[in-house]
């Protein structure tokens, strides 16, 4: 799987859209990102996924560069409840069995 | 639809007892996962399996079983506890094959598990 880079922590006020960027400079033709988050003590959510364009659904937008090689999470109004770790995964259909969390950003949205 | 549902979501072990941590699904998926996550660790896949009649070893396999007779249930049965596998533990799901890359997994609540 690809390696990804994702910034230790980062702060949103309430209401705010958070955009959670990720670089996967060597990512290939065939692996999707993916991203998932872990509330604190509870198990891992998937959020999202693409491949090369853009998707949205009801939690959350992934916005990915034209090369592909980074991607940024947005959640448009960001709330409390959004507070979390938050990883992003690359892999494509030939990838193990084991989801690699790597270490995630922590957001914080704060009132 | 219940997602993955995980009993217990506690238990105190004492050092070299058994226990099973039951583990069921509801969305017909083949692929199950069993994953442990130490205090401020990712997590590491112990054990998982592609359908009904297979299981095979992951990154942590030492200490644990599994076994899968039915689509829905993948219970993982720890035997002589150690305070090693103080941990939380998490089920996981998935559709197989080329669906696994479109779709996500799904996981359960956890079951947190002290070894004193």
């Known amino acids: 799987d690809a390696k990804t880079t994702q910034p230790p922590s980062m702060d949103c006020a309430e209401g705010r859209a958070a955009n959670l960027p990720c670089n996967h400079s060597t990512i290939s033709g065939n692996e999707y990102v993916y991203w998932y988050r872990q509330i604190h003590s509870q198990g891992p959510q998937y959020i999202i996924h693409?491949?090369?364009n853009n998707e949205t659904n009801e939690m959350a937008s992934l916005i990915i560069t034209e090369d592909r090689k980074s991607s940024t999470l947005i959640l448009p109004h960001a709330t409390l409840r959004d507070t979390a770790v938050y990883y992003c995964i690359v892999r494509d259909s030939n990838s193990g069995y084991a989801l690699n969390f790597g270490k995630g950003t922590s957001l914080l949205v704060t009132p | 639809n219940a997602g993955v549902t995980q009993t217990p979501k506690f238990r105190i072990l004492k050092i070299g007892q058994s226990m099973t941590l039951q583990c069921t699904q509801d969305m017909n998926h083949n692929y199950m996962y069993w994953y442990r996550q130490d205090p401020g660790m990712g997590l590491k896949l112990i054990y998982y399996s592609v359908g009904a009649g297979i299981t095979d070893k992951g990154e942590v396999p030492n200490g644990y079983n599994v076994s899968r007779s039915t689509t829905e249930d993948f219970p993982l049965r720890l035997e002589l506890a150690a305070p090693s596998q103080t941990s939380v533990y998490f089920c996981?799901?998935?559709?197989?094959?080329?669906?696994?890359?479109?779709?996500?997994?799904?996981f359960g609540s956890g079951t947190r598990l002290t070894v004193v």
């Open positions: 693409g491949l090369k």
């Open positions: 996981a799901s998935s559709y197989g094959g080329d669906r696994r890359t479109r779709y996500g997994y799904t």
